[in-house]
């Protein structure tokens, strides 16, 4: 596995030990339909939060939540309405962008709440 990709994990699982301490339940990780893949699903009382996971690992110019295209937006719309009908669920969808930014042998990591809307 490439350094790249271990680094994917990695920041995966930073974002999840947050937000079991921010007291969510992770309900599912690397859910897959069709051609989307949503890397968290995590729950909270009634939110269902649908969570993608950016991690860099130097200072780009670009904001790391910029990087969601519109069309990875729709991929991650259409596998969260599959997830919550498949599984029959009466919560309030949130999309989320935890953003983890690694520098030397630190993290910093930002939790960005209803960071896109429906399109």
Known sequence: MGKHNEFGKE???IAVDYLLKQGY???YRNYRYLKAEID??????????IVEVRS???NFI????DTITPKKIKLLVMAADHYVTEANLDVEVRFDIITILKN???????HLENAFFHF
């Not at 968290?40 to 939060?49: F, G, N, R, V």
């Not at 670009?62 to 939540?65: C, G, L, R, V």
Request: charged residues 35%.
């Open 25 to 27: 339940k992770i309900t």
């Open 104 to 110: 030397k042998q630190s993290f910093e990591m930002e």
């Open 62 to 65: 670009e904001n790391i939540a």
């Open 56 to 58: 860099r690992s130097s």
């Open 40 to 49: 968290i699903i995590a729950q909270k009382e009634k939110i269902l939060a």
């Open 11 to 13: 920041g995966e699982q």
